[in-house]
C-alpha cells in the first residue's frame, strides 16, 4: 500500500454547521448524503460497471471511496 493513502475531503463547497456535522458522523453517512468526494459523485465514473472513463479501469476499493487527484465535479450539491 503506497505510504501516503488517499484521505477523505469534502466536495468544493459543502459548508455544515456543527448540527448537521454531529448527524452525518452519527448516521456514518458521508457518501450518502453526496457531502464526500468519491469515485460515485465523480463526472468520470459509470457506477454501474464501476469504471473510471478518464483512465479506462476500475479504480481500486480506496479510490472509489474517497476519489482520486482527478475528481471532477460540475453538479451543484442537491440539499
Given at each position: 500500500m503506497s505510504s501516503n493513502p488517499i484521505k477523505p475531503q469534502f466536495r468544493h463547497g459543502v459548508h455544515l454547521n456543527a448540527e448537521q456535522l454531529n448527524a452525518?458522523?452519527?448516521?456514518?453517512?458521508?457518501?450518502?448524503?453526496?457531502?464526500?468526494?468519491?469515485?460515485?459523485?465523480?463526472?468520470?465514473?459509470?457506477?454501474?460497471?464501476?469504471?473510471?472513463?478518464?483512465?479506462?479501469?476500475?479504480?481500486?476499493?480506496r479510490v472509489i471511496a474517497f476519489a482520486c487527484p482527478s475528481y471532477e465535479d460540475d453538479n451543484d450539491i442537491p440539499f
Open positions: 452525518c458522523i452519527s448516521k456514518g453517512a458521508w457518501t450518502e448524503l453526496g457531502i464526500m468526494r468519491s469515485c460515485i459523485s465523480c463526472d468520470h465514473f459509470l457506477e454501474q460497471t464501476e469504471h473510471c472513463t478518464k483512465y479506462n479501469a476500475r479504480p481500486p476499493a
